[in-house]
């Protein structure tokens, strides 16, 4: 079994910063490409960015030169620096990731329990 386990979250002002973090823990040999995304109320879930295996990364539009995805490959942590917060960026976020539990195997897809972020203005 694979958990992912968010943490971070929390109420910060806008224009502050928050760092948020995913850690996987369970049966994994790699983790491929790992994920952030947002769900605010009344509204889809939302692709923020990505991060490959080799470090090439992905961002929203909407979040693009305010945050930054990196991991940790020895931690199996993935991490979302988030800075320049506004209102809008309030939702429960969710890292998601692709593990492979051994070599060979193609990897599944794993979702976060969420952690919720509020943005006060």
């Known amino acids: 079994q694979v958990q992912l386990v968010e943490s971070g979250g929390g109420l910060v002002q806008a224009g502050g910063s928050l760092t948020l973090s995913c850690a996987a823990s369970?049966?994994?040999?790699?983790?491929?490409?790992q994920h952030w995304y947002r769900q605010a109320p009344g509204k889809e879930r939302e692709f923020l960015a990505l991060?490959?295996?080799?470090?090439?990364?992905k961002y929203a539009d909407s979040v693009k030169g305010r945050f930054t995805i990196s991991r940790d490959n020895a931690k199996n942590t993935v991490y979302l620096q988030m800075n320049s917060v506004k209102p809008e960026d309030t939702a429960v976020y969710y890292c998601?990731?692709?593990?492979?539990?051994?070599?060979?195997?193609?990897?599944?897809?794993?979702w976060g329990q969420g952690t919720q972020v509020t943005v006060s203005s």
């Open positions: 369970g049966s994994i040999f790699n983790i491929d490409v």
């Open positions: 991060v490959s295996l080799v470090g090439s990364t």
């Open positions: 998601a990731a692709a593990v492979r539990v051994s070599a060979g195997t193609e990897p599944t897809f794993h």
